[in-house]
């Protein structure tokens, strides 16, 4: 198994940038895939970001804006949020997976492990 904690949520005008972090704990993480959801109250969990098999895979409204990378090493993932907007507001969970296949990459349940969520607000 692996722990996941994510870091680094918090209130952003909107334009700014915030750097999540997630450490995980356990199991050698660079044996899984992981992404970065998001959800706000009432709705579903969304795809941002993701890291399989060394590719990365962003939703459109991360493209040009969202990077997502990951320090095996330091059994750290990193999503790097720049140009904010008030819709990125959410709580944004890292999660992951060893038996991911591509096709279920930005499906939240194709994901075991999951981290506690992390706020981050984008208001003027």
């Known amino acids: 198994q692996v722990q996941l904690a994510e870091s680094g949520g918090g209130l952003v005008p909107p334009g700014g940038s915030l750097r999540l972090s997630c450490k995980a704990s356990?199991?050698?993480?660079?044996?899984?895939?992981m992404a970065w959801f998001r959800q706000v109250p009432g709705k579903e969990r969304i795809f941002v970001a993701g890291?399989?098999?060394?590719?990365?895979y962003y939703a459109d409204s991360a493209k040009g804006r969202f990077t997502v990378s990951r320090d095996n090493a330091g059994n750290t993932a990193t999503l790097e949020m720049n140009i904010l907007k008030p819709e990125d507001t959410a709580v944004y969970y890292c999660?992951?997976?060893?038996?991911?296949?591509?096709?279920?990459?930005?499906?939240?349940?194709?994901?075991?492990?999951w981290g506690q969520g992390t706020q981050v607000t984008v208001s003027s």
């Open positions: 890291i399989w098999r060394g590719r990365t």
């Open positions: 999660a992951a997976d060893s038996g991911l296949i591509l096709s279920s990459v930005r499906l939240p349940s194709a994901y075991d492990y």
């Open positions: 356990g199991r050698p993480f660079s044996t899984y895939s």
